[in-house]
């Protein structure tokens, strides 16, 4: 945990990242979770393979990568077991434990066992990019009270108006409920400002990097494109920096794999055929309600849309509520064919986000939904805020499928 105390001012990139090792360093999970297909061997590691792909799903631009389902196959085979394994990415670090998306959130996630650690992406006034959910600040910081004058006419604080070392001054707090002050999750970390710090992108990855090489672990970065046309209203070129930074790390590398994932398909398009990255994006589908501009969820979802998803991305991250419908008077679950038909379009299907504190109605547990999505339906990958859970409920499904 990071110590009490106001920043050291120091604007660079490792403030704070020592104490984040230090708590990953004592939270160790025996298990780890590494993407293994027989105890104690690290498939992946061992043949080199990106630990993203899965039995039939393969990023088809790297020439490579076509080849590595084939490869997967014959290691399933030999193990005795056909089961690929599902991606565990902790949602926002190990949120639903540590405040979200701070230092401590990630070095957690990274201890529990998770295959991918998760980056939503703002930018400050002076182009930092800075890990954070919300355009907005005041549900998860106490901008309020350390810079009460500075809302914009809608009474929120947007971290586009604040310089990185005023943003480093905030603290962090467990998500609150802007209308009543009260914790979104009430069994979860104290809403109360607690030893916790906003963070830079730059410091995630110098902090993933570092523990991948202590431990001897290959855990990615799954950064999120935040509204990149309200960024590009400001002035801000989100994508681009992203990449850049990407590209001064190295990154991706064999230890440190890479997802880029966005709701907005124009700027997914851009991405790919622009700025030309190649690497695997995620078209995240969200719903028609929220009034995206110019995005058709529904659409999006449908196998002609699918079709058009996969001319630039890799695959495709719906909400969970938009694979399983519903169960019926037996209790079998109802699904919508979303996962065979992003499969058909060799669409990887990572949906978000599992939490063992909020469950659909008709499941009796957090295990129990997982292992339905796990073993039954056959996702590729799932964001959760409960990453050791679901780490344990992945590597049981893989052992004893």
Known sequence: MLPEGEST??????????????????????????????????????????????????F??????????????????????LMARPLVIAHRGA????????LVAAAYAHAL?????????????????????????????????????????????????????????????????????????????????????LCTFEEQIVLIQGLNQSTGRRVGIYPEIKAPIWHAAEGKDLSRAVLSLLDRYGLPDQATPVFLQCFDPAELRRLRFELQTELPLIQLIGLNAWNHPEVDYDTLRTPAGLAEVATYADGIGPHYGQILIDFDAT????????????????????????????????????????????????IDGLFTDHPDLAVSRVNQAVVHP
């Open 9 to 58: 001012g120091d604007t660079g990139v490792f403030d704070n990242i020592y104490a984040a090792q230090n708590c990953a360093a004592s939270a160790i999970s025996p298990t780890y979770g590494e993407a293994v297909l027989f105890p104690f061997v690290d498939w992946h590691g061992l043949l080199g393979l990106p630990p993203a792909l899965t039995l039939g799903h393969s």
């Open 60 to 81: 088809s631009r790297n020439p490579f990568m076509r080849r590595v389902p084939i490869l997967y196959f014959l290691i399933l085979l030999m193990t005795g077991t």
């Open 95 to 102: 949120s639903g434990y540590l405040p979200e998306h701070t």
């Open 113 to 197: 066992g998770a295959d991918y650690v998760e980056q939503d992406l703002v930018m400050s006034r002076d182009d930092v990019l800075v890990v954070l959910h919300d355009l907005h600040l005041e549900t998860t910081t106490d901008v309020a009270h350390k810079f009460p004058e500075r809302a914009r006419d809608d009474g929120r604080f947007y971290a586009v108006d604040f310089d990185w070392t005023e943003l480093r001054q905030l603290r962090v707090n467990e998500r609150i409920n802007a209308s009543t002050s009260r914790r979104v999750y009430e069994q979860r970390y104290p809403a109360t400002p607690g030893p916790f710090r």
């Open 331 to 378: 209790g079998a679950p109802i699904l919508s064919s979303l996962i065979t038909d992003a499969h058909a379009h060799n669409l990887t299907v990572h949906p978000y986000t599992f939490r063992a504190d909020v469950l659909p109605a008709g499941v009796a547990d957090f295990a129990a939904l997982l292992d339905l999505f796990i073993q039954e339906i056959g």
